[in-house]
């Protein structure tokens, strides 16, 4: 066999072989077979699907404290309203929320006290930015429906700046969805990003309507963008940001002393602040009738003993209670579904809420003592928790409170509803075995206290009108109070707001005051009608009352049974330490976690835009 | 058909005897013409002629060929050819050196030779004749892997195979497997670690549950040279499984079996009732301090007195302040109660509500069994072999469930059949055909959840020996008040049910070699195609459970309370079977193979194409699955010394974007035999030196994230459906289900590349009798496919992966063997040891300024952040100065030292004291981890984590063996070990309620540390700070396998027609040395799951 002729026998099965196996080998057998995924064409095509984009930004936007997945407890947890009652405090119940931490003083920027978290924040301020980008797409949709959803995108943008700019100070403003490589957005002045968020709230309110057919209640309105507006201008009149020179020494700790200052507060006092923040409430007051919005108030200031339907219900707890009510000016109106399973992690956030739903699982959120001193007697005076007692549902009743107290906190005794009766806190005493609330994760310890706002009672706890309140009326009608006494003082004005409230509420006007004097009395007021509903924690920021209110030695009361001389059981009771608060000046403003620092973006030139003290 | 081809094949034959024939008459005419040639006949021991055998003249190397296709040679013009010898060579068949006793039609006989069969090293898509390998490739036999008595083939290769890393995390039946890695890892990237694997030529998922009887050998590709020709799949290393195949022979009938006894290797040791509550105590009182530190800080003019005075305060509860306020206590009546809860003489003896309960014993068994049974069948004839085996392997579990509702399904079992024929067919002389057919089919069950080690954690330690005495009278009992799951371990296992998991796995290949010597000798043209599937069912079942309280006995008696029924009865369920996943893969292959010798010259070349689909519902997205590739190889051979080759792959992936869908990836490799060379001088000591090195590129087009391979990483920003929302009223509430930006596309993505470079030795000493291999490898995997972790936050998109990353690893390998034999005694003694390191030189992170020392980039993959620890505080004096009594002064605590042993300041001015340095600003006491305020910043907090230290990959792995036989008897034993290896164990004795190992016997305290006992954590309560201190050092030795055994064979066997019976004692995982075992089996040390087993075997193997 000679050599060409084997060369030549090797070329022609080469050439067969390629030619076999060149005929598959194209790139279309790699290809990606149709199917599998959608696109953005495919959800802004129509308005059906951009609904599901809209109703995911609604989703990632509009808190929802009232928890309903696993990222926290209740919203009071870090603030003097709860204190989480679990074993060690150093359980799963507290680190949700990073409690354990907070409460102790060792909060740290990996572990802070947003109750979302940083990236939550963004993610839904790039959903809005893009369904702002992309509504337009929508080939069924007329003008005017572009508009509204362009506003409503504009709001929620609005919104989760608010959040931020409400924990960590001035943030980066985000108008539109980040690509490509110019991903640098530093920190801006409280003073612009104030500005912008207002401008995009009028922007909104220009083009919302003041009112919705009620099968689309849960989107904002018009009010609800002045609401927005309202808030953060409160909060910039404020003296964390608005600083007197009289109290510039208070937050010394937390200013760097230069430039870096203005991402902080505005860099001098100015009064006339106070007169934007008093407007911007008096403009969601005088556009609320428009919307239907209003007090709840029927002139039925207490819920009737052993409620079980709405209409026992007082008018303050009518107003969390009641889906849809008038007051609600925007909610949060996620189903919250207890029985969906753990799947979407509704049943966890119930063992969060209390432990009267879940019981032995449940968490117990007390409420401390110090708390409860803050609802005045049913005659305006001041009230203070005894040392002891004898029996602690008679001498609760015999506390003679505030009405809002008996709404919203349980206690030891208490009849709750017809499948749970009365509340079994207590320790076994005198031969009477312990309650069946009485321990957490195994520990009996008889705390007997408990808030019971946002946990299902009514109709034998029924959950499924839960709703969480974002905007209520009568928070801006305290802004207002509290605005206009900072601007001039307490006049007419100031006082017809703040006693429509307690009016409401059942307690006694309010007249009298010097400015300090109504000062103490409207943020009081504040306090006990905004309970549990996730103002406290900005509130104290904002009033600098925090280094004191959460350096508290925190207390409540423990109940053991004991045998009455007719040999029925009593639930005696004592005041018990539960936890001594620890305040850092830092927590004035949240950390930004030390990736987003590293990652050098948020300041300028060779500061990491971190907040003093971090 | 058989018929016509028995036919066929008797015409050729007849025609071959023609041609011999003539040509032996040719040789008869041609004697007398040239006298100085030399010519004959080569064919091997069934008169076959033989091709391309080397005959060469003894002491004239150049004087030499090869015989031609009818197995004829001529050497010709040989000077005084009759005085030569001549020497006959082959691959496959024994040397032969013959005098020249004819000058013509010399017939010369070539033995097969059994140790050149051995001497085949299979590499991809061929194999190759060992001593012409150029590239670095392990392997094992199956004499080794027959030797562990393991269920998983997995588990039997650690130790054996220089450059294979193996760890065992479970050891629960069926779900046992090792996750194994060639040379250490090339990439940070989880789930893009592993090897490929391949089985008889065909890349498969599962290989777990191949039965080992049926395996000849299992190799690994560690080099670019031998892995290039896998292309993007490659970069890993791939590991080379192949089955047994027929051989020429009467039907042998080999029947093997084994009845294992299995135990948990490591099982820790748990407090009783007493010492639980004496430990918490403990706890309590020491944990004081931290929690009333803050009320007695020097500046408010407390001391230490006011703080005694205020812990011993008495309150009106008749408790101490310090009892009453701790979070656990128990008086002394209740730890007499425990201690006596066993002793009913006793007047404390209370045991169902003081009870102390060994719940391991409660729970787990002392042992179970695991049966293991194979058969197989081999033989045939030139025409037709096979190999046909059947196994079945049966584990049983070690949790008792005997309580439970299905106590023979609730435990953990796994049963196994195995089927496999192989089936080798010549159809014509040329035209060869291959028939694999491989099934398993797997029943697995057990408690639900299918996840143990939720169970484990979840459930078992959450149990404690004084909730619930657990069960009286086949009663799960709860005490007093209290219904918590985790108070009753008995009530929790028996209400979890069970589940049941059935799978079967089809793997099929028909492999067809058309022999074209017809046209071009040694030229064959091959085709192939496999399918294999999967099948999964499930069925299952729910125990409700019935729970008692108890309620102590008015009458005042202890042992008889009074029980309560907490729940209605319900009856218990059944589930019928469901689907649960299945997955099926179509494999194609087509191929041109050459090989010849010209002389000294061995020529080899290989062209192959391949394609697969997989169509597999659980890949996300729901579509098929392709790759595409194809395979280039030439060899060149110089007189077996110098050796080169030339691999190359050329692969396309759908991960990629049309243009950047192919990837080709080369390697060169070239070896030198020294001891071939002529000036090489012969001698015992150095038999055979061979050089050899490679170096090539191989790729990777995976990312794999929590166990979802992500796909056409190209596509345009995708949208998905997810989260809702709800609008309207509460009569007219509507919910909206959600959509949302998914994944944004990249694309400029391709493939990840490993740069791979290997530099190896081998050689033979000692007239054979040591052998040693020496390799050196290095590896830089660039554009690693990996997210970016420097973009803020802010973006919020979710981006694709990009080529960004490098990663640089590097080690060596060595193995050594030694066999002899003195007098009748076969001895041989081997050892391994690998060593691989590895360094991250690019990955996109952030670093914060000032913070480098906490970044990934330039640590090792899976390098911990923690804070650095200095051993305990072990006394008040290294916080605080002391009083004439010994207690400290509060007011004057202990200034901090820096690096240089100077006092320092924190950002404030303000001078740092020690007893400020606890994490986050913690109160220290003694018995507190001592943690460095690394950076000199005045406070511990997340600046003071930094990289160090050894990661869960050990950096050294070795294995040791020795055996012996004699006679009839044989003994082996293998160790096995690692090191430069540490595991992060988070375990904390004193979290809650909780189970307490007896790692709280070695808890800080002054007394022990004054004694200078043994101290393995902090003091009872104390914190457990995410420091170096718990990132344990997970070294150890293992008694990895040890096997005695003796062969018989007396004659009224053989008359049975028994060759040969051998019984064997065998074990694996025996004894384990290592440092830290209080924390568990160091294998999987911070792990929590079924524990890992040791197991004793007792088998049998006849041979028919």
């Given at each position: 066999?000679?050599?060409?002729?084997?060369?030549?026998?090797?070329?022609?099965?080469?050439?067969?072989?390629?030619?076999?196996?060149?005929?598959?080998?194209?790139e279309?057998?790699?290809?990606?077979?149709k199917?599998?995924?959608v696109t953005?064409?495919?959800?802004?095509?129509?308005?059906?699907?951009?609904?599901?984009?809209?109703?995911?930004?609604?989703?990632?936007?509009?808190?929802?404290?009232?928890?309903?997945?696993?990222?926290?407890?209740?919203?009071?947890?870090?603030?003097?309203e709860?204190?989480?009652m679990?074993?060690?405090?150093?359980?799963?119940?507290?680190?949700?929320?990073?409690?354990?931490?907070?409460?102790?003083?060792?909060?740290?920027?990996?572990?802070?006290?947003?109750?979302?978290?940083?990236?939550?924040?963004?993610?839904?301020?790039?959903?809005?930015?893009?369904?702002?980008?992309?509504?337009?797409?929508?080939?069924?949709?007329?003008?005017?429906?572009?508009?509204?959803?362009?506003?409503?995108?504009?709001?929620?943008?609005?919104?989760?700046?608010?959040?931020?700019?409400?924990?960590?100070?001035?943030?980066?403003?985000?108008?539109?969805?980040?690509?490509?490589?110019?991903?640098?957005?530093p920190?801006?002045?409280v003073?612009?990003?104030?500005?912008?968020?207002?401008?995009?709230?009028?922007?909104?309110?220009?083009?919302?309507?003041?009112?919705?057919?009620?099968?689309?209640?849960?989107?904002?309105?018009?009010?609800?963008?002045?609401?927005?507006?309202a808030?953060?201008?409160?909060?910039?009149?404020?003296p964390?940001?608005?600083?007197?020179?009289?109290?510039?020494?208070?937050?010394?700790?937390?200013?760097?002393?230069?430039?870096?200052?203005?991402?902080?507060?505005?860099?001098?006092?100015?009064?006339?602040?106070?007169?934007?923040?008093a407007?911007?409430?008096?403009?969601?007051m005088?556009?609320?009738?428009?919307?239907?919005?209003?007090?709840?108030?029927?002139?039925?200031?207490?819920?009737?003993?052993?409620?079980?339907?709405?209409s026992?219900l007082?008018?303050?707890?009518?107003?969390?209670?009641?889906y849809?009510?008038?007051?609600?000016?925007?909610?949060?109106?996620?189903?919250?579904?207890?029985?969906?399973g753990?799947?979407?992690?509704?049943?966890?956030?119930?063992?969060?809420?209390?432990?009267?739903?879940?019981?032995?699982?449940?968490?117990?959120?007390?409420?401390?003592?110090?708390?409860?001193?803050?609802?005045?007697?049913?005659?305006?005076?001041?009230?203070?928790v005894p040392?002891?007692?004898?029996?602690?549902?008679?001498?609760?009743?015999?506390?003679?409170?505030?009405?809002?107290?008996?709404?919203?906190?349980?206690?030891?005794?208490?009849?709750?509803?017809?499948?749970?009766?009365?509340?079994?806190?207590?320790?076994?005493?005198?031969?009477?075995?312990?309650?069946?609330?009485?321990?957490?994760?195994?520990?009996?310890?008889?705390?007997?206290?408990?808030?019971?706002?946002?946990?299902?009672?009514?109709?034998?706890?029924?959950?499924?009108?839960?709703?969480?309140?974002?905007?209520?009326?009568?928070?801006?009608?305290?802004?207002?109070?509290?605005?206009?006494?900072?601007?001039?003082?307490?006049?007419?004005?100031?006082?017809?707001?703040?006693?429509?409230?307690?009016?409401?509420?059942?307690?006694?006007?309010?007249?009298?005051?010097?400015?300090?004097?109504?000062?103490?009395?409207?943020?009081n007021?504040?306090t006990?009608?905004?309970?549990?509903?996730?103002?406290?924690?900005?509130?104290?920021?904002?009033?600098?009352?925090?280094?004191?209110?959460?350096?508290?030695?925190?207390?409540?009361?423990?109940t053991?049974?004991?045998?009455?001389?007719?040999?029925?059981?009593?639930?005696?009771?004592?005041?018990?330490?539960?936890?001594?608060?620890?305040?850092?000046?830092?927590?004035?403003?949240?950390?930004?976690?030390?990736?987003?620092?590293?990652?050098?973006?948020?300041?300028?030139?060779d500061?990491?835009?971190?907040?003093?003290?971090? | 058909?058989?018929?016509?081809?028995?036919?066929?094949?008797?015409?050729?034959?007849?025609?071959?005897?023609?041609?011999?024939?003539?040509?032996?008459?040719?040789?008869?005419?041609?004697?007398?013409?040239?006298?100085?040639?030399?010519?004959?006949?080569?064919?091997?021991?069934?008169?076959?002629?033989?091709?391309?055998?080397?005959?060469?003249?003894?002491?004239?190397?150049?004087?030499?060929?090869?015989?031609?296709?009818?197995?004829?040679?001529?050497?010709?013009?040989?000077?005084?050819?009759?005085?030569?010898?001549?020497?006959?060579?082959?691959?496959?068949?024994?040397?032969?050196?013959?005098?020249?006793?004819?000058?013509?039609?010399?017939?010369?006989?070539?033995?097969?030779?059994?140790?050149?069969?051995?001497?085949?090293?299979?590499?991809?898509?061929?194999?190759?004749?060992?001593?012409?390998?150029?590239?670095?490739?392990?392997?094992?036999?199956?004499?080794?892997?027959?030797?562990?008595?393991?269920?998983?083939?997995?588990?039997?290769?650690?130790?054996?195979?220089?450059?294979?890393?193996?760890?065992?995390?479970?050891?629960?039946?069926?779900?046992?497997?090792?996750?194994?890695?060639?040379?250490?890892?090339?990439?940070?990237?989880?789930?893009?670690?592993?090897?490929?694997?391949?089985?008889?030529?065909?890349?498969r998922?599962?290989?777990?549950?191949?039965?080992?009887?049926?395996?000849?050998?299992?190799?690994?590709?560690?080099?670019?040279?031998?892995?290039?020709?896998?292309?993007?799949?490659?970069?890993?290393?791939?590991i080379?499984?192949?089955?047994?195949?027929?051989?020429?022979?009467?039907?042998?009938?080999?029947?093997?079996?084994?009845?294992?006894?299995?135990?948990?290797?490591?099982?820790?040791?748990?407090?009783?009732?007493?010492?639980?509550?004496?430990?918490?105590?403990?706890?309590?009182?020491?944990?004081?301090?931290?929690?009333?530190?803050?009320?007695?800080?020097?500046?408010?003019?407390?001391?230490?007195?006011?703080?005694?005075?205020?812990?011993?305060?008495?309150?009106?509860?008749?408790?101490?302040?310090?009892?009453?306020?701790?979070?656990?206590?128990?008086?002394?009546?209740?730890?007499?109660?425990?201690?006596?809860?066993?002793?009913?003489?006793?007047?404390?003896?209370?045991?169902?509500?003081?009870?102390?309960?060994?719940?391991?014993?409660?729970?787990?068994?002392?042992?179970?069994?695991?049966?293991?049974?194979?058969?197989?069948?081999?033989?045939?004839?030139?025409?037709?072999?096979?190999?046909?085996?059947?196994?079945?392997?049966?584990?049983?579990?070690?949790?008792?469930?005997?309580?439970?509702?299905?106590?023979?399904?609730?435990?953990?079992?796994?049963?196994?059949?195995?089927?496999?024929?192989?089936?080798?067919?010549?159809?014509?002389?040329?035209?060869?055909?291959?028939?694999?057919?491989?099934?398993?089919?797997?029943?697995?069950?057990?408690?639900?959840?299918?996840?143990?080690?939720?169970?484990?954690?979840?459930?078992?330690?959450?149990?404690?020996?004084?909730?619930?005495?657990?069960?009286?009278?086949?009663?799960?009992?709860?005490?007093?008040?209290?219904?918590?799951?985790?108070?009753?371990?008995?009530?929790?296992?028996?209400?979890?049910?069970?589940?049941?998991?059935?799978?079967?796995?089809?793997?099929s290949?028909?492999?067809?070699?058309?022999?074209?010597?017809?046209?071009?000798?040694?030229?064959?043209?091959?085709?192939?195609?496999?399918?294999?599937?999967?099948?999964?069912?499930?069925?299952?079942?729910?125990?409700?459970?019935?729970?008692?309280?108890?309620?102590?006995?008015?009458?005042?008696?202890?042992?008889?309370?009074?029980?309560?029924?907490?729940?209605?009865?319900?009856?218990?369920?059944?589930?019928?079977?469901?689907?649960?996943?299945?997955?099926?893969?179509i494999?194609?292959?087509?191929?041109?193979?050459?090989?010849?010798?010209?002389?000294?010259?061995?020529?080899?070349?290989?062209?192959?194409?391949?394609?697969?689909?997989?169509?597999?519902?659980?890949?996300?997205?729901?579509?098929?699955?392709?790759?595409?590739g194809?395979?280039?190889?030439?060899?060149?051979?110089?007189?077996?010394?110098?050796?080169?080759?030339?691999?190359?792959?050329?692969?396309?992936?759908?991960?990629?974007?049309?243009?950047?869908?192919?990837?080709?990836?080369?390697?060169?490799?070239?070896?030198?035999?020294?001891?071939?060379?002529?000036?090489?001088?012969?001698?015992?000591?150095?038999?055979y030196?061979?050089?050899?090195?490679?170096?090539?590129?191989v790729?990777?087009?995976?990312?794999?994230?929590?166990?979802?391979?992500?796909?056409?990483?190209?596509?345009?920003?995708?949208?998905?459906?997810?989260?809702?929302?709800?609008?309207?009223?509460?009569?007219?509430?509507?919910?909206?289900?959600?959509?949302?930006?998914?994944?944004v596309?990249?694309?400029?993505?391709?493939?990840?590349?490993?740069?791979?470079?290997?530099?190896?030795?081998?050689?033979?000493?000692?007239?054979?009798?040591?052998?040693?291999?020496?390799?050196?490898?290095?590896?830089?995997?660039?554009?690693?496919?990996?997210?970016?972790?420097?973009v803020?936050?802010?973006?919020?998109?979710?981006?694709?992966?990009?080529?960004?990353?490098e990663?640089?690893?590097?080690?060596?390998?060595?193995?050594?063997?030694?066999?002899?034999?003195?007098?009748?005694?076969?001895?041989?003694?081997?050892?391994?040891?690998?060593?691989?390191?590895?360094?991250?030189?690019?990955?996109?992170?952030?670093?914060?300024?000032?913070?480098?020392?906490?970044?990934?980039?330039?640590?090792?993959?899976?390098?911990?952040?923690?804070?650095?620890?200095?051993?305990?505080?072990?006394?008040?004096?290294?916080?605080?100065?002391?009083?004439?009594?010994g207690?400290?002064?509060?007011?004057?605590?202990?200034?901090?030292?820096?690096?240089?042993?100077?006092?320092?300041?924190?950002?404030?001015?303000?001078?740092?004291?020690?007893?400020?340095?606890?994490?986050?600003?913690?109160?220290?006491?003694?018995?507190?981890?001592k943690?460095?305020?690394?950076?000199?910043?005045?406070?511990?907090?997340?600046?003071?984590?930094?990289?160090?230290?050894?990661?869960?990959?050990?950096?050294?792995?070795?294995?040791?063996?020795?055996?012996?036989?004699?006679?009839?008897?044989?003994?082996?034993?293998?160790?096995?070990?690692?090191?430069?290896?540490?595991r992060?164990?988070?375990?904390?004795?004193?979290?809650?309620?909780?189970?307490?190992?007896?790692?709280?016997?070695?808890?800080?305290?002054?007394?022990?540390?004054?004694?200078?006992?043994?101290?393995?954590?902090?003091?009872?309560?104390?914190?457990?700070?995410?420091?170096?201190?718990?990132?344990?050092?997970?070294?150890?030795?293992?008694?990895?396998?040890?096997?005695?055994?003796y062969?018989?064979?007396?004659?009224?066997?053989?008359?049975?027609?028994?060759?040969?019976?051998?019984?064997?004692?065998?074990?694996?995982?025996?004894?384990?040395?290592?440092?830290?075992?209080?924390?568990?089996?160091?294998?999987?040390?911070?792990?929590?799951?079924?524990?890992?087993?040791?197991?004793?075997?007792?088998?049998?193997?006849?041979?028919?």
């Amino acid at each position: 066999m000679n050599i060409k002729k084997t060369l030549r026998n090797i070329a022609s099965v080469l050439a067969v072989f390629t030619w076999v196996f060149s005929t598959g080998c194209s790139e279309d057998f790699l290809e990606k077979p149709k199917g599998g995924d959608v696109t953005v064409d495919t959800i802004f095509n129509t308005q059906v699907q951009a609904k599901k984009a809209v109703a995911q930004m609604y989703n990632k936007c509009i808190t929802c404290y009232n928890p309903y997945n696993y990222y926290g407890g209740r919203p009071g947890s870090i603030t003097d309203e709860i204190y989480i009652m679990h074993t060690a405090n150093d359980s799963w119940a507290a680190k949700v929320n990073n409690t354990t931490s907070y409460v102790v003083g060792n909060m740290s920027a990996s572990a802070s006290c947003d109750y979302m978290g940083w990236s939550s924040h963004w993610l839904g301020i790039r959903t809005a930015n893009l369904v702002y980008e992309n509504i337009g797409k929508v080939k069924d949709a007329d003008a005017g429906y572009i508009a509204d959803v362009k506003a409503q995108a504009i709001f929620c943008r609005a919104y989760q700046h608010y959040e931020l700019f409400m924990y960590y100070g001035g943030i980066p403003l985000l108008n539109h969805s980040l690509s490509g490589n110019d991903l640098y957005y530093p920190r801006r002045s409280v003073a612009a990003t104030v500005d912008t968020i207002c401008k995009w709230c009028d922007e909104a309110a220009a083009v919302l309507p003041e009112t919705r057919p009620s099968t689309d209640f849960g989107m904002v309105t018009k009010i609800g963008a002045l609401a927005l507006k309202a808030r953060v201008l409160l909060l910039a009149a404020s003296p964390l940001y608005n600083t007197p020179d009289s109290r510039k020494s208070e937050v010394a700790n937390v200013r760097f002393g230069d430039d870096r200052d203005s991402v902080l507060c505005y860099p001098t006092y100015d009064k006339e602040r106070w007169k934007r923040a008093a407007d911007a409430s008096l403009a969601v007051m005088n556009a609320a009738p428009a919307g239907g919005i209003g007090l709840y108030d029927t002139g039925k200031p207490e819920t009737t003993n052993g409620a079980q339907n709405y209409s026992d219900l007082g008018d303050y707890e009518s107003a969390w209670n009641v889906y849809a009510n008038k007051e609600i000016i925007l909610a949060n109106t996620k189903t919250i579904n207890q029985t969906d399973g753990w799947n979407n992690g509704d049943i966890w956030s119930l063992y969060m809420s209390s432990k009267l739903y879940y019981q032995d699982w449940g968490i117990k959120n007390i409420v401390p003592n110090e708390f409860i001193q803050l609802y005045e007697k049913r005659d305006g005076s001041k009230f203070t928790v005894p040392e002891s007692g004898t029996n602690l549902p008679d001498d609760v009743m015999s506390w003679n409170l505030d009405p809002r107290f008996y709404q919203s906190i349980a206690y030891d005794g208490m009849w709750y509803c017809s499948s749970i009766g009365y509340l079994k806190y207590y320790m076994a005493g005198d031969g009477f075995a312990a309650g069946n609330l009485v321990g957490s994760d195994g520990t009996p310890n008889g705390y007997a206290v408990e808030c019971y706002k946002f946990v299902p009672r009514v109709e034998n706890k029924n959950a499924n009108h839960f709703f969480w309140p974002t905007f209520r009326y009568a928070e801006f009608v305290l802004s207002y109070a509290e605005a206009l006494n900072e601007y001039s003082g307490p006049s007419k004005e100031a006082y017809d707001a703040l006693n429509s409230i307690r009016k409401r509420a059942g307690m006694p006007d309010k007249s009298g005051l010097d400015q300090p004097g109504f000062r103490t009395a409207v943020q009081n007021e504040r306090t006990v009608e905004m309970a549990f509903e996730a103002t406290r924690y900005s509130d104290l920021m904002r009033w600098l009352t925090a280094p004191t209110v959460l350096s508290q030695q925190l207390t409540s009361v423990k109940t053991t049974a004991k045998k009455a001389a007719n040999g029925s059981m009593l639930r005696s009771w004592v005041k018990a330490n539960c936890l001594q608060r620890v305040w850092k000046d830092k927590y004035y403003y949240v950390p930004f976690p030390s990736a987003e620092c590293s990652k050098m973006y948020l300041g300028a030139g060779d500061w990491d835009g971190q907040n003093p003290g971090w | 058909m058989f018929k016509n081809q028995a036919l066929g094949k008797q015409k050729l034959y007849t025609m071959k005897k023609r041609v011999i024939f003539v040509l032996i008459i040719m040789f008869a005419l041609s004697k007398s013409v040239i006298a100085q040639n030399i010519s004959g006949l080569v064919v091997d021991s069934k008169d076959v002629p033989l091709e391309g055998v080397t005959v060469q003249v003894k002491g004239t190397p150049n004087k030499a060929t090869v015989t031609d296709l009818n197995g004829k040679f001529v050497l010709s013009n040989v000077a005084n050819a009759a005085q030569k010898t001549l020497t006959f060579s082959f691959l496959g068949y024994e040397k032969l050196e013959q005098k020249v006793s004819s000058l013509t039609n010399l017939k010369i006989v070539l033995q097969e030779s059994s140790k050149g069969l051995e001497e085949i090293v299979v590499v991809g898509y061929g194999s190759q004749k060992k001593e012409s390998v150029t590239a670095a490739i392990a392997s094992v036999g199956t004499k080794e892997l027959v030797q562990s008595p393991t269920a998983n083939i997995s588990n039997q290769l650690a130790g054996r195979l220089p450059g294979l890393i193996s760890m065992q995390t479970s050891g629960r039946p069926g779900k046992d497997e090792s996750t194994l890695y060639i040379r250490g890892l090339g990439t940070y990237n989880d789930g893009t670690q592993n090897p490929l694997i391949m089985v008889d030529g065909v890349a498969r998922d599962s290989y777990d549950n191949i039965d080992p009887n049926e395996v000849e050998s299992i190799s690994i590709l560690k080099d670019a040279s031998a892995t290039a020709v896998f292309g993007v799949r490659g970069a890993n290393g791939v590991i080379l499984i192949t089955t047994k195949r027929g051989k020429v022979s009467a039907p042998k009938v080999s029947l093997s079996t084994s009845m294992a006894q299995t135990s948990f290797s490591n099982m820790p040791g748990f407090l009783g009732s007493y010492d639980y509550a004496t430990k918490k105590n403990e706890g309590s009182e020491l944990a004081f301090w931290k929690k009333n530190a803050s009320k007695f800080d020097g500046t408010t003019g407390k001391t230490w007195t006011d703080f005694e005075a205020y812990k011993n305060e008495e309150l009106s509860s008749g408790l101490l302040r310090w009892q009453a306020e701790g979070d656990y206590f128990y008086s002394n009546t209740a730890l007499l109660k425990y201690k006596n809860a066993h002793n009913p003489s006793s007047e404390y003896y209370d045991p169902y509500f003081y009870p102390d309960v060994d719940w391991v014993k409660a729970i787990f068994k002392d042992h179970c069994y695991q049966s293991q049974t194979n058969m197989n069948i081999n033989g045939g004839t030139e025409d037709m072999k096979y190999f046909i085996s059947l196994g079945y392997l049966d584990q049983g579990g070690l949790f008792r469930t005997d309580f439970t509702t299905y106590p023979k399904d609730m435990e953990y079992t796994n049963k196994r059949y195995n089927i496999r024929g192989n089936f080798d067919f010549n159809i014509t002389k040329d035209f060869t055909a291959a028939v694999d057919l491989g099934y398993q089919h797997q029943i697995e069950g057990g408690l639900d959840n299918g996840n143990e080690s939720w169970l484990w954690e979840k459930r078992i330690m959450w149990s404690n020996p004084l909730s619930t005495v657990g069960m009286i009278d086949g009663k799960f009992v709860m005490p007093d008040n209290n219904t918590n799951f985790e108070q009753n371990i008995y009530s929790e296992m028996a209400g979890m049910g069970y589940s049941t998991v059935t799978e079967s796995t089809m793997t099929s290949s028909i492999k067809l070699k058309y022999d074209l010597r017809k046209l071009i000798p040694g030229l064959s043209v091959n085709g192939r195609v496999a399918y294999d599937s999967f099948y999964r069912t499930t069925t299952g079942g729910s125990t409700p459970v019935i729970k008692y309280k108890i309620t102590a006995n008015p009458n005042g008696d202890v042992s008889d309370p009074i029980f309560t029924q907490m729940s209605e009865e319900s009856t218990p369920n059944r589930y019928s079977d469901w689907y649960s996943y299945k997955w099926r893969k179509i494999y194609g292959e087509g191929s041109l193979s050459y090989n010849r010798s010209f002389g000294k010259h061995d020529v080899g070349a290989l062209a192959l194409y391949n394609a697969e689909k997989k169509y597999d519902p659980n890949l996300s997205p729901d579509l098929p699955h392709a790759y595409i590739g194809m395979v280039g190889r030439v060899t060149y051979g110089y007189d077996s010394k110098y050796l080169a080759e030339f691999n190359a792959g050329y692969n396309g992936s759908e991960n990629f974007p049309v243009g950047q869908r192919f990837g080709f990836l080369p390697a060169f490799s070239a070896g030198w035999v020294a001891s071939n060379e002529s000036f090489f001088p012969t001698n015992d000591y150095v038999t055979y030196l061979k050089i050899r090195g490679s170096i090539g590129k191989v790729g990777n087009d995976n990312v794999t994230v929590n166990n979802v391979t992500k796909r056409y990483l190209y596509s345009p920003d995708v949208w998905t459906y997810t989260g809702s929302y709800s609008f309207g009223s509460l009569a007219e509430k509507t919910s909206y289900s959600g959509a949302q930006e998914g994944t944004v596309g990249n694309p400029n993505v391709t493939w990840e590349t490993a740069l791979k470079s290997n530099l190896g030795f081998e050689g033979k000493f000692f007239n054979d009798k040591l052998s040693v291999t020496y390799d050196y490898f290095n590896e830089d995997r660039t554009d690693i496919l990996s997210y970016k972790g420097s973009v803020p936050t802010i973006v919020q998109a979710t981006l694709p992966p990009y080529n960004l990353g490098e990663v640089k690893n590097w080690g060596y390998e060595v193995d050594a063997t030694w066999r002899d034999k003195i007098g009748k005694v076969n001895y041989f003694v081997k050892g391994n040891l690998s060593h691989n390191k590895n360094k991250i030189i690019e990955m996109d992170e952030a670093i914060s300024k000032g913070l480098e020392y906490q970044a990934q980039t330039g640590s090792p993959v899976y390098s911990l952040s923690l804070l650095k620890s200095d051993g305990f505080y072990n006394s008040w004096a290294e916080l605080y100065e002391l009083d004439a009594d010994g207690n400290p002064i509060l007011s004057s605590p202990v200034l901090a030292l820096d690096a240089k042993g100077k006092s320092y300041n924190n950002a404030a001015g303000n001078p740092v004291y020690v007893k400020d340095l606890g994490v986050s600003g913690a109160v220290l006491q003694p018995g507190d981890i001592k943690i460095v305020d690394y950076n000199y910043d005045g406070v511990v907090d997340a600046k003071d984590y930094r990289r160090a230290g050894k990661t869960k990959i050990p950096e050294y792995t070795f294995g040791f063996s020795f055996g012996a036989d004699y006679k009839g008897f044989d003994a082996s034993f293998l160790f096995q070990g690692v090191t430069g290896v540490a595991r992060y164990c988070s375990y904390s004795p004193f979290s809650m309620l909780r189970a307490m190992t007896s790692l709280a016997n070695y808890t800080w305290s002054a007394e022990r540390y004054a004694n200078g006992e043994r101290i393995e954590y902090p003091y009872a309560g104390g914190a457990a700070p995410y420091c170096d201190f718990f990132n344990k050092d997970a070294s150890y030795i293992r008694l990895k396998n040890m096997e005695i055994g003796y062969r018989i064979q007396p004659s009224f066997l053989t008359k049975l027609g028994i060759e040969s019976t051998r019984i064997y004692l065998n074990g694996t995982n025996l004894i384990t040395w290592s440092k830290n075992s209080l924390w568990g089996d160091p294998e999987n040390l911070g792990t929590l799951g079924y524990p890992l087993v040791k197991t004793f075997n007792l088998g049998i193997n006849v041979n028919f």
